[in-house]
């Protein structure tokens, strides 16, 4: 999120689309009733479904899934061509006057530098056009015809609410009452949140239907103002925890890379990273990124890590593939060339597409070890559960290790939540039989390979036998220990940014403090602050929330430096006065930066200096044009789903996104509308979370069975009755489920033609208290967005038919 | 049964002697605003958690409700219904927490022939004594609402208690407790009324221009009532009575035919013990079983109610 939870009660237009929040975020949902109640907000929903979310909408427009690009590319439109911009916050804090260079195009929805074979581009020409002084050439009039601003309307002038209603399905009407409604929050004194979870991000282009709304946001001036924002909502109560600590294979800590091996040194690796400013004095914030990647490598080896020996540079794997995501590493494990998985809690049988292809990548393993408070179904891939998982064991070989966890009320430690807030936990039971904790567990196994390389030497035991582990019980550190390391400390004295010495061995007070020289260590700079010399600020629970404004600066810590609101520059005018007093965060004084929040800016840095608000990037401003940031294009581009019940109307020849990643053998498997004519999307229900809960007596009574959800148009036209079995397929597998015929889901009318949409809900499996049942991922294909891998789990494309039950189901 | 002793004692079923009521408290209510609920089912979650009760794991029916309906063991549920407004040509999805309304004339305490199996506190409350209960099923037939269910395990009815032992240390009900969205509110009567128009007005403002509070004179008032954007159609949501009242059985049965009854039931005692002493014990032949079913049914569809679920009820 850029903004937090409590932030959402100062929206005046709220808008759910990709995400489901008062189904699958009931209790933040909580301040979008608030907004309504208190605030006279508007809540818009659009969505393939009309959620429980759309039941306390107060306009609700259908879409068809994977077309949200077009939609919010019809929305920008409609703000440009009816002039409902804030225009000052556009022309000063965005990039829609900087010139772009020449050579960059957009023809047959493709960007200049596509390679077919490669699925990729050569983005030399994604980049502004620098002028002799060093910097990009800005145009303030943005009138230039290569400006960004000329470039997004020329890039967006397809998407009529006509085109709108052919591609997506939306009624004209609707879509038009939409528009107008986000179009009032262009007033600096109204502003619409942005919330969306997983319905955006599992697509082949996930990361550009964000993108469609940060554009919108920006034309309307909402990102760093209370009440606005791109409200990301995570889906487990810390995967915010897991992206900022870096378990992604090319990430470490902090949102730094993995080097890759074209970079075989530190020098190559940092200078590609020293991010100077793209325009005349501006923050750049990245500059320190060396500090905040010595600091890391510090943390990790100590007294290893020296100056000499770059930081101890070459104990960090070099990527020879973009990323090891999961899609990648099952389809290793297929070929037989990835023979071992430690699987921290997850439960990729039943969550990774196409079921069949992970069941035969899992029978190829030597071993997997499962790490989990419960009985998983991946620990049981292996056993022979009737229809519900038809292998034979006899003929996998496979070893499997479950080592049973504890689960977050038997332990301490902090959990990162949506707002960024790491709060700190208690202890709240012991844990049953012989759970030991993930650290232990992980602990054990690291000491004992430790000894191994010890012992038998090996090909580079350095990084290995060299690793700092200084644990005052080296089995078992204490997530305070870890919290400590998070946050930074020095090794050596090293003078503040005030010139006074910090001894070693002293908690820094936050990453300001981070050197390159090797006399401070930090594990992940955002967090530094977290655990200071005063103490754990994740422990905080002072709820005070002076003016209101749902920042309660003391309650818990979030990054960075306990900020609450990203970007909050924005939310004052060039001279540093609030755009609304109302919306006020934080002002200029005449000497510094005062208010509720902890400024996103130089706290003394003085508004005339024409410091962009958007300090992290080179620019200063919000991008409107990526540069070439994204792999798969500075603007977003409608392009179907990989498998979709229409072609691409635009572009007819394009299918799927062009630099969406596929395997061969996933290309394959891909079935088209002629076999598989519905339109399928999966997602949670509220009585559930995932595949915990059917574990739960009171969850697996409130919600019982699997079913699939369709239209009374659809349910007739097969011969489907309600509560009765249908069976659920597309070209990689099967399933079946109780089939529940809706008003909710209606035919959407797609370039003149009816799209059935099948609604397949996600939490069954084969093991817990709930009756058997299938998961969607027997189902989806293996397609990955073209920045993140994220698989295309919201749509693709099935078959349905009515059935008869399994076999031990009740009838 | 709640920390409440019989100094708190309003109404008690089938008892000559006057209530003493000496404590004479606020009167409580339970405002559910159905256009802030979002169907989660928190309240549900919470009230097993409370009461300790765990029902069956069923199966899916085709529709969003689980369980089907009320049952022993489960005393309130989320009942769904999609409703397209003819004026507006939109859908909505109406979502409505059913359970025990707490009238403030019980059907249930009316109708009911053991002594104290059921009461009602001074604040409203109306709470089974399961203890005194005989398993009688008057309750069922006494209920406009079609809310309490008798136990096969013990023969008890069995129904909310709106959390009566939370009440009575202060505490809101578990539901309320739970609810994610603050669509479950509980406080004084007066106070929740007070809630409900400022809640009617931003209804009225988004076009709900029949929004209202669901506080049925018939029953004379509830002490769980509903905030609802169609309030001219309570049936709507999954069959909520439009206008409950009393089954005209339970009155007669409870005013004029008493005292009649009384005379009659010495009279029949007498009768019974010569007719059993000269002819042999009476069965229920099946077809008057079926017969006092079917005219049941026929009550029902009569006074406009449905059984949400679509569930049989126990007997």
């Known amino acids: ?811 | 049964m709640a920390d409440y002793s019989s100094l708190d004692i309003r109404q008690r079923s089938a008892s000559t002697e006057t209530p003493p009521e000496i404590r004479r408290q606020v009167e409580v209510a339970k405002l559910i605003d159905v256009s802030k609920c979002i169907g989660c089912k928190a309240c549900q979650s919470a009230c097993e958690e409370w009461n300790d009760l765990r029902d069956d794991i069923g199966i899916n029916r085709g529709v969003y409700d689980n369980p089907h309906d009320l049952t022993p063991k489960s005393w309130t549920l989320m009942r769904f219904t999609e409703y397209e407004n003819p004026e507006t040509q939109n859908l909505e999805w109406l979502i409505r927490k059913d359970g025990c309304m707490h009238c403030t004339e019980p059907g249930c305490l009316k109708a009911c022939p053991s002594p104290g199996a059921i009461v009602q506190y001074s604040n409203g409350i109306v709470d089974f004594i399961e203890e005194n209960c005989i398993g009688c099923g008057y309750c069922v037939k006494g209920c406009p609402f079609n809310i309490p269910r008798i136990s096969q395990t013990d023969h008890k009815a069995y129904k909310c208690t709106l959390c009566s032992d939370r009440v009575a240390v202060g505490q809101a009900p578990a539901c309320a407790k739970a609810c994610p969205t603050g669509s479950i509110m509980f406080g004084t009567k007066q106070a929740m009324i007070e809630q409900a128009e400022t809640r009617v007005e931003d209804l009225k403002s988004r076009g709900f221009q029949h929004a209202g509070l669901y506080d049925p004179a018939g029953v004379g008032g509830t002490h769980v009532m509903y905030v609802l954007h169609h309030a001219d159609q309570p049936s709507l949501y999954a069959g909520l009575p439009n206008d409950p009242k009393i089954s005209p059985l339970v009155a007669f049965w409870k005013g004029g035919a008493k005292v009649f009854g009384l005379a009659a039931m010495g009279f029949a005692a007498v009768a019974g013990f010569f007719h059993y002493v000269t002819a042999g014990p009476n069965e229920v032949v099946p077809e008057e079983e079926e017969e006092a079913v079917e005219y049941d049914e026929a009550k029902r569809r009569e006074t406009g109610r449905e059984t949400g679920g679509g569930e049989a009820r126990p007997h």
């Open chain 1, 1 to 811: 999120m850029t903004n937090l939870w409590m932030d959402i009660k100062h929206a005046d237009v709220i808008t759910v689309m990709g995400g489901n929040a008062a189904e699958a975020h009931p209790c933040g949902f909580k301040w979008v009733v608030e907004a309504k109640a208190h605030n006279n907000a508007k809540l818009i929903v659009v969505d393939p479904r009309f959620t429980r979310t759309a039941s306390v909408a107060d306009l609700y427009c259908p879409i068809r899934q994977g077309t949200d690009i077009a939609f919010l590319s019809g929305v920008a439109k409609y703000l440009i061509d009816n002039d409902k911009l804030q225009h000052r916050y556009v022309a000063v804090y965005s990039n829609a006057g900087y010139v772009v260079r020449e050579g960059y195009d957009f023809s047959e929805g493709l960007f200049a530098g596509y390679d077919a074979d490669k699925r990729d581009y050569d983005k030399t020409t994604w980049d502004y056009e620098i002028g002799p002084d060093g910097y990009a050439v800005v145009d303030e009039t943005m009138q230039h015809p290569r400006c960004v601003m000329q470039l997004l309307k020329k890039h967006i002038a397809i998407y009529t609410p006509e085109m709108v209603e052919r591609i997506c399905g939306s009624p004209k009407e609707t879509f038009l009452k939409v528009c107008e409604l986000m179009a009032t929050t262009s007033s600096p004194e109204r502003t619409m949140a942005s919330l969306y979870a997983l319905g955006w991000t599992h697509h082949s282009k996930g990361s550009q239907n964000i993108r469609s709304m940060c554009i919108v946001q920006t034309l309307l001036g909402n990102i760093g103002m209370l009440g606005g924002g791109m409200q990301a909502l995570r889906g487990h109560s810390n995967i915010q925890g897991l992206t900022d600590l870096g378990l992604m294979s090319n990430l470490i800590p902090g949102y730094l890379n993995l080097p890759v091996e074209k970079e075989p040194d530190y020098a190559s690796y940092i200078a590609k990273r020293q991010f100077k400013p793209l325009r005349p004095g501006q923050t750049s914030y990245w500059q320190n990124y060396n500090k905040f990647f010595v600091s890391f490598q510090k943390m990790m080896w100590g007294e290893h890590a020296t100056k000499d020996n770059d930081w101890a540079y070459d104990y960090l794997p070099k990527l020879d593939v973009p990323t090891y995501d999961v899609l990648r590493g099952f389809e290793l494990a297929k070929q037989g060339k990835m023979t071992g998985y430690i699987i921290q809690g997850f439960n990729p049988l039943m969550t990774f597409p196409n079921r069949a292809k992970m069941t035969e990548a899992f029978s190829k393993m030597k071993f997997i070890v499962v790490m989990d408070p419960l009985k998983t179904e991946t620990a049981r891939f292996w056993e022979n559960h009737g229809e519900y998982n038809d292998v034979d064991p006899t003929q996998i070989q496979t070893e499997v290790f479950e080592l049973p966890t504890t689960l977050f009320v038997e332990e301490e430690g902090s959990l990162s939540n949506s707002s960024r807030w790491l709060q700190w936990h208690w202890q709240a039971q012991e844990a049953p039989g012989e759970c030991r904790s993930d650290i232990e567990i992980m602990s054990g196994i690291f000491l004992r390979m430790k000894e191994a390389y010890k012992k038998d030497g090996g090909a580079f035991p350095d990084a290995i036998v060299n690793l700092k582990w200084d644990y005052a019980m080296a089995e078992s550190p204490t997530p305070t220990e870890l919290a400590r390391e998070l946050n930074g400390y020095t090794v050596a004295p090293t003078p503040d940014l005030n010139g006074t010495i910090i001894p070693a061995g002293k908690q820094v007070d936050g990453f300001a403090q981070l050197k390159d020289d090797g006399t401070t260590a930090c594990a992940c700079w955002i967090y530094s602050g977290c655990y200071t010399e005063k103490g754990n600020t994740m422990a905080r629970r002072d709820n005070t929330d002076p003016g209101d404004r749902g920042i309660a600066p003391n309650w818990a810590f979030a990054w960075p430096a306990n900020r609450r609101v990203l970007y909050n520059r924005a939310s004052c005018d060039p001279e540093g006065r609030p755009w609304s007093e109302k919306k006020k965060l934080i002002e200029w004084n005449g000497k510094q930066w005062i208010g509720f929040d902890v400024p996103d800016y130089g706290v003394t840095v003085a508004p005339d200096k024409g410091v962009g608000p958007f300090i992290l990037n080179q620019e200063g401003v919000a991008r409107l044009w990526t540069r070439g940031l994204m792999r798969d294009g500075p603007f977003p581009t409608h392009y179907e789903p990989f498998e979709s019940p229409m072609a691409n109307i635009p572009f007819p020849k394009i299918k799927g996104a062009p630099a969406a990643r596929i395997f061969k053998d996933d290309l394959a498997d891909l079935g088209d509308a002629k076999d598989f004519p519905y339109a399928a999307t999966s997602y949670r229900l509220t009585e559930h979370f995932h595949g915990w809960t059917k574990h739960a007596r009171i969850n697996a009574i409130l919600q019982p069975e699997a079913f699939v959800e369709i239209s009374e148009e659809l349910a007739k036209e097969k011969g489907i009755t309600k509560g009765g079995w249908v069976r659920v397929w597309s070209k990689r597998g099967s399933l079946k489920a109780k089939a529940v015929v809706t008003k909710r889901i209606k035919p959407l009318i797609c370039d003149g033609k009816p799209v059935h949409v099948v609604g397949i809900p996600q939490h069954w499996g084969f093991m817990g208290l709930t009756k058997k049942g299938w998961h969607p991922n027997s189902l989806t294909p293996v397609v990955g967005d073209a920045n993140t891998e994220t698989p295309e789990f919201k749509a693709w494309l099935v078959n349905i038919e009515p059935t008869t039950p399994p076999s031990d189901a009740v009838a």
